[in-house]
């Protein structure tokens, strides 16, 4: 390759084309034209990935990326991302099914696995897990292990908490905090949640 960058690996940055890349690993980069700024490690990471300005690291981490601006770091970490700018996914699959869905952030094992929407925030191994196929919300944050795994379309809600919000799946504008909190429905909306069902006292001391 005559291209300015560092390219270690079997084919690592084979038919790359473009300045200030770092591409190491078998396959890593190999088919990323038009990247720069691009750094890829790992097998298979960032293989056909071409946006600009990308961080992948790990096991087929981004490896279509053609976004400006993401973060993949972990095994299948932004798997599946293509248009989706500025997302940033670390942990083992995490942010796995996202192609165009914009300004995400999830960390932690498995987290925002099958989410596809925009601007939302899964932090906890499998927060924001999701459905695959059907989880498209946006504008939600689930901070905790398996807070929101159940997501599909509801949007606006914040959950903190662990195993917070796993039963909201269509629900909207919803708060949910504390360990095992849960909104009154699936699909229930404008509502908020303090504790789970063994909280019986609200207690505001002063």
């Not at 034209?33 to 298979?44: D, K, L, M, Y």
């Not at 599946?80 to 094992?109: D, M, V, W």
């Not at 404008?190 to 609200?202: F, K, P, R, S, V």
Request: charged share 10%; no cysteine; aromatic share 8%.
């Amino acid at each position: 390759n005559a291209y300015e960058g560092v390219y270690i690996g079997k084919e690592a940055g084979k038919s790359a084309n473009s300045n200030y890349q770092v591409f190491i690993g078998t396959k890593a980069g190999e088919n990323a034209n038009g990247a720069t700024r691009a750094v890829a490690v790992g097998w298979n990471a960032g293989l056909s990935a071409t946006g600009d300005d990308f961080v992948a690291v790990g096991y087929r981490a981004g490896r279509i990326n053609t976004a400006t601006g993401t973060i993949s770091i972990g095994y299948d970490a932004g798997y599946s991302q293509t248009s989706a700018a500025a997302n940033i996914h670390i942990g083992y699959e995490a942010g796995y099914s996202y192609t165009t869905g914009r300004y995400n952030a999830n960390i932690g094992y498995q987290s925002g696995k099958f989410q596809t929407g925009m601007n939302n925030v899964f932090i906890g191994a499998t927060a924001g897990l999701g459905v695959s196929g059907s989880s498209t919300g946006g504008r939600n944050i689930g901070i905790g292990a398996s807070a929101l795994t159940g997501l599909t379309t509801g949007s606006n809600n914040t959950v903190l908490g662990r195993a917070a919000g796993t039963t909201i799946t269509t629900g909207n504008n919803l708060i949910a905090i504390g360990s095992d909190a849960q909104a009154s429905s699936a699909s229930a909306t404008n509502e908020i949640t303090l504790g789970d069902a063994n909280i019986t006292l609200l207690r505001i001391p002063g």
